[in-house]
Every structure is written in structure tokens, then in C-alpha cells.
């Protein structure tokens, strides 16, 4: 028996046919000109963006096919795959699907919002799609959130259309949409359990949900969590347990107000608050799909909002309301349509405005002399930083080394990295807190790229690579200690310093027979206490600080100025304060490990210059120690 349509119930301020507005065809001209503005922008960019760390470890998931992994299902992985298939072993090929899948999204908006409320609207909210700068820079990197937003849109237009009537064509577009969702990350639950809740808030939702095409819809979709499912029957839940238990404090923590702050700061001020009261009134409306955007779009918001008071606050998360703002957009022309053209006009340029800075920001990260300009500040972009000058390093290493000679990693974002710029998706990886921390650790296990150290090498040269810079400075000796556990002690390190040191690795050769269980002796360790990072200085000044070398010593400690040495300083004071601290500390000269040194800058140019240290060990080794700014007056 053929289904009657379901009569629409348009409201006087969400109407369901096209919009009166006289300037279609400008509203047309100005998406199809952003479009191809910011996809050419964002095609160059790509293009010089060094590799973000977890893009590293997607490429190195691609290059190990799987249905699923430890962190993740597997589309992301078969993506980046693909994109270094056909665009080459390059960052932009690697980027490539992301980019395409991202330019869906404005196109999926426009054409939600045109069927719903007219083309003139249509246009504007696909604007509005490309400016909203979470989703405008969409693909920029290699990372699930593009698909993730595609499989959103294409749920919340199956909904739409199914609100009006349950057709086969509309099931099957929820059924792609929930797969490609299953298929992205653990994070589409959210929108799956949002989603049906808002059907069932509505009376024509309800009757959705009680036509079983609906339900083949949504049990294809649940086909498709399968094999996460089985990953993680196979190993004892470790996916889920990372993702749900692991990686969250769950326990109050008051920084969940930060959300606010944040997401409008993100989303552009007007332009979040717009979203939101777009929300508000489209809750309020007679329209069923307008009440259905609304409820989707604000529940996942919220939903973010009361999560972030729970949820794991040392990783990014800003990202993770997208899906609710991509709800949110179809209903916001009709409220824009209500403002003063002065506030409408601001809302579109501030919108463009954290576009342009966004784009910006990822533009500076990808020049080398904007970068290190940042060096000393807190939101210094390291994971973005030194791969290539690592890369370079490692190959010139290990072409001074005896054949056969294996590289291995001190943490899954060294080997990832090296893997790509070296093309060798087996570089073995040491334990490490970060590979726990990001939820790696079982996935290197499966590939059998974990190694115990020197017990797993035999009689094999080792080229050790590591990066002090992974672990808090607090931490660090720790650390030097735990390698010395697993790799016996460390010779003399050839050091790369990346913008002023903030970026370090450190490559140990590590010639057979391994010295397990020896001496240790680590890198050395220092501070400055005075002048503090950014001070301002006279032309004479005096530093001071302490400085020590477990295992062997100091000889002597010299001061440097913008990478020149410009006194040698007075090394052995005193300072019982170091020991204290650093109490597993071997260095011999304990507590004799103060300096302090006076320097005659009096040649060089007013302004901000980089103070550093260089350190003599007992064992004959030199080590340049990161830079901190100074403002000579």
C-alpha cells in the first residue's frame, strides 16, 4: 500500500518553500566564489603543512590494512592509504580524500537547507558552511573529523527527507550515512544516540521510527561498527577501554566552563551565538524538520558542554561539537534574516575574519623562520615541528653506520614520523607513556613493532631516536633513566635543535654488545634561573642556574648568546637545592652543580636575542641546551 507524504507544518519564520529574498543569484555567485577560494587555499596549505603527528600514525595505520585499530575504525586509515596511493608519498597526497570529503560538506549544507527553506537560504547557510572555521578548514589535515562531518550531514538530510516521507531512496542514505559514521570514530555514537532521540521527541519522528525501512537502515549501520566490535573482542576491549575509561578523569573538574570561551572564540562570537538562538527558535517551530535540525544540533552541543566537565581536558577537544553546529546551520538564514543588516553584516565578517586566522595560523606553522618565533610561548605548535630537520639527521646518521643498522623509535610520534619522511612503515618503537596515553601502545604490539630494547636486538647496530621534548621536564631524568634500563647507558648524542631547542631529538648510536644493566649515564640537564625566559636585560648581565650529567659529570658550562659563546662560566657552585629535587640523580658532583657567569652583550643590536647553554661532559661529549629569550635594552 503506497505511504500518503506526511503534511508539512512551515512556520511564519521557517518557511519550507523558497525564501523571498531579490538576490538569489548573488547569494549563488558568493558560495560558489568562497568555494573555490578556500579550496584552493586550503590546497595550498596543505601543501607546505608539515604532517601533524596523528596524520603520522594514520599513514602508518594505511600502510597495515586492517577493518580496525586500537585508536580508531578503519576509514581514516584506508583513506590516507589511498591518498598515498594516488597522490604520492607526499603531505598533500596524503591529505587529498580529506580535502575532497571536506569539500562535500558546504555543498550537502546548501542543499539540506534549499529543499527546506528555498535556494536563497540554501546558498547563505552553504556560505556560512565554508566560513564557520571548524568546518572551513575541514581536510586541512589527515584526521577522521571530514568524514565524520559527512556522515553527520548525510543523517541529518536522511532525517529530514524522512520526516516528509519513509522512501527506500531516504532509508538508504541514513544507512550510508550511519556506516560511514561506524566506519570514522567512536565519537559518531554521540550523534547516532542524539539523532535518535530527537526522532523520538517528535510526533513524525516517532512515526519514522515505526517504518522498517528505518530500522534496515539503522541495523546496516550497526553492521558497520562490526569490525570495531570484533577488534576489541579480540583484545580485550583495549579500544574501548582507551576511548571511554582510560583517557578520562571522569570527575568534576570546573574547567568545563572554559567550553564557552572557547567554542566562541572557534565558531566566531556572532556566529556562535546566532547558532545557538537559531536553535532555540527552530525548537520552537510548527516545522518538523526545523524542530528535528534544532534538537540534533543543540543536544550534541550541549551534550559537548556537559561532557567537558567530565572528559579528558589534556587533549585537543574543541572539535568535537562540529557535528552539532553542522545541525544547527540550515536553520540559521531565516534568523539572520530577522537581524539589523549591520549585525548581519558583522556576523558574515567575523566569520571570515577566524577563517582567514585559522588558515593563517596553519600558514605560520608551515614557515620554518614564522615558527620559531614562538618557541618560548605556551602554545608553541610542536607536533607540527622538526620532522623534517629529524628526518635529514637520521639519514645522514645512519649512512655513517655499519649496514643492517636498525632505527628505533623512543615513542610511536618519532617512529610515525620517520616512517613517513623515510618511507619504512617498521621502524620498532620503545615503550613509552605517550604510546598509552594516545591509545597506541596495543596497536604496536599487533604489528610487532614494540621492542623491549637491547635484549630484542642481539648483535644488531642501533640508531636510537629520541625526543626529550615528549615528556615533561620534570620527567625527563626519569625517562633518561627508564632508556637506560631498557638500552644500557647513552653514548654522546648528535643533537637536532629545532627553534631554539624547543623541538629536540636526540640520536644515540648504539654499537653491539649491548650494555644492559651498566653505569647509567644520560644527556645533560640544566636550567637558568636568571635572567628568566623573555626578561629584559641591561648590556651586562649575569646569569645563573645549575646544570649536571648523570653518570659522569660536567667538565665546564658555557654560555651562549644567539648560538655564539660569550663567557665560560664559574661551574661547581653549590646548589643543595638541585640534589633535593633530583634525587635519583648520579651525577658525581652533587651537590656542586651551580654556575653562574657574567656576559658583555654590548656589541649586539637592542631587542630580543636567545640565551643558551653549552655543556661539557667529563666523558668528552658537548651539548647545546635550548634557547630562552632575552630583550636586551
Request: proline content about 7%.
Amino acid at each position: 500500500m503506497r505511504q500518503v507524504p506526511a503534511p508539512l507544518h512551515p512556520s511564519r519564520d521557517t518557511p519550507a518553500v523558497e525564501a523571498p529574498h531579490p538576490d538569489r543569484s548573488r547569494a549563488r555567485t558568493v558560495f560558489w566564489a568562497l568555494f573555490a577560494g578556500v579550496f584552493a587555499l586550503k590546497l595550498l596549505v596543505a601543501a607546505r603543512l608539515p604532517l601533524f603527528v596523528d596524520e603520522a600514525f594514520y599513514w602508518l595505520e594505511g600502510q597495515h590494512l586492517a577493518p580496525a585499530y586500537s585508536d580508531l575504525p578503519g576509514m581514516t586509515a584506508w583513506l590516507a592509504r589511498l591518498g598515498v596511493t594516488l597522490g604520492g608519498d607526499t603531505a598533500l597526497g596524503l591529505r587529498l580524500p580529506f580535502l575532497l570529503l571536506a569539500a562535500l560538506v558546504p555543498v550537502l549544507v546548501m542543499r539540506i537547507t534549499a529543499r527546506e527553506y528555498g535556494r536563497e537560504y540554501g546558498w547563505r547557510a552553504g556560505s556560512f558552511a565554508l566560513l564557520l572555521p571548524l568546518s572551513g578548514t575541514l581536510g586541512l589535515l589527515a584526521l577522521p573529523d571530514a568524514a565524520m562531518a559527512v556522515a553527520t550531514l548525510l543523517c541529518v538530510d536522511a532525517g529530514a527527507k524522512l520526516l516528509r516521507q519513509v522512501t527506500a531512496a531516504a532509508a538508504l542514505e541514513l544507512a550510508l550515512g550511519l556506516s560511514i559514521g561506524a566506519l570514522s570514530h567512536y565519537r559518531f555514537i554521540a550523534v547516532i544516540g542524539v539523532g535518535l532521540i530527537a526522532l523520538l521527541l517528535l510526533p513524525d519522528g516517532r512515526r519514522v521510527l515505526r517504518d522498517m525501512r528505518t530500522w534496515t537502515a539503522i541495523a546496516i549501520g550497526a553492521a558497520a561498527w562490526a569490525p570495531l566490535v570484533a577488534w576489541n573482542f579480540d583484545n580485550a576491549d583495549a579500544g574501548l577501554r582507551f576511548q571511554l575509561v582510560d583517557r578520562h578523569p571522569w570527575a568534576f573538574h570546573i574547567e568545563g566552563l572554559w567550553f564557552i570561551a572557547i567554542q566562541a572564540l572557534l565558531v566566531t562570537p556572532l556566529l556562535f551565538a546566532a547558532l545557538l538562538a537559531a536553535g532555540w527558535r527552530g525548537n520552537r517551530s510548527a516545522h518538523p524538520s526545523s524542530r528535528y535540525f534544532a534538537l540534533l544540533g543543540g543536544l550534541v552541543v550541549l551534550g559537548f558542554f556537559a561532557l567537558g566537565f567530565f572528559a579528558d581536558t589534556e587533549r585537543v577537544s574543541f572539535h568535537w561539537p562540529l557535528p552539532g553546529y553542522l545541525a544547527l546551520l540550515p536553520l540559521l538564514p531565516a534568523l539572520l534574516a530577522a537581524w539589523p543588516t549591520w549585525l548581519r553584516r558583522a556576523t558574515w565578517a567575523l566569520a571570515g575574519v577566524g577563517l582567514v586566522a585559522m588558515l593563517g595560523y596553519y600558514t605560520a606553522v608551515s614557515i620554518p623562520e614564522l615558527r620559531a618565533r614562538t618557541a618560548a610561548q605556551k602554545w608553541y605548535p610542536s607536533n607540527f615541528a622538526g620532522w623534517d630537520e629529524l628526518a635529514d639527521a637520521v639519514k645522514l646518521e645512519r649512512a655513517e653506520m655499519p649496514d643492517g643498522t636498525r632505527i628505533v623509535a623512543g615513542s610511536f610520534k618519532l617512529g610515525a614520523e620517520l616512517g613517513f619522511a623515510l618511507g619504512e612503515p617498521r621502524i620498532a618503537v620503545l615503550d613509552h607513556s605517550l604510546n598509552r596515553k594516545h591509545g597506541r601502545a596495543p596497536q604496536l604490539r599487533l604489528w610487532g613493532l614494540w621492542t623491549r630494547g637491547a635484549e630484542d636486538w642481539g648483535d644488531d647496530p642501533v640508531l636510537l631516536v629520541t625526543s626529550p621534548s615528549d615528556v615533561p621536564y620534570k620527567d625527563l631524568l626519569a625517562r633518561y633513566h627508564g632508556l637506560c634500563a631498557m638500552v644500557g647507558p647513552l653514548p654522546a648524542a648528535r643533537e637536532v635543535n629545532v627553534d631554539h631547542g624547543r623541538q629536540r631529538f636526540l640520536l644515540f648510536r648504539m654499537e653491539p654488545p649491548h650494555a644492559v644493566g651498566a653505569e647509567c649515564t644520560t644527556p645533560g640537564m640544566a636550567w637558568i634561573d636568571a635572567p628568566v625566559s623573555g626578561a629584559a636585560v641591561n648590556r651586562r648581565f649575569d646569569v645563573r642556574g645549575w646544570a649536571f650529567k648523570d653518570g659522569t659529570g660536567l667538565e665546564r658550562v658555557e654560555v651562549t648568546l644567539d648560538g655564539r659563546v660569550v663567557a665560560t662560566a664559574r661551574y661547581g657552585l653549590n646548589s643543595p637545592g638541585t640534589k633535593a629535587f633530583w634525587g635519583h640523580s648520579t651525577d658525581p658532583n652533587h651537590p656542586r652543580v651551580g654556575f653562574e657567569a657574567s656576559v658583555d652583550a654590548g656589541g649586539l643590536a637592542p631587542g630580543v636575542h636567545w640565551l643558551g647553554l653549552r655543556l661539557h661532559g667529563a666523558d668528552g661529549s658537548v651539548e647545546a641546551w635550548p634557547e630562552q629569550p632575552v630583550n636586551l635594552r
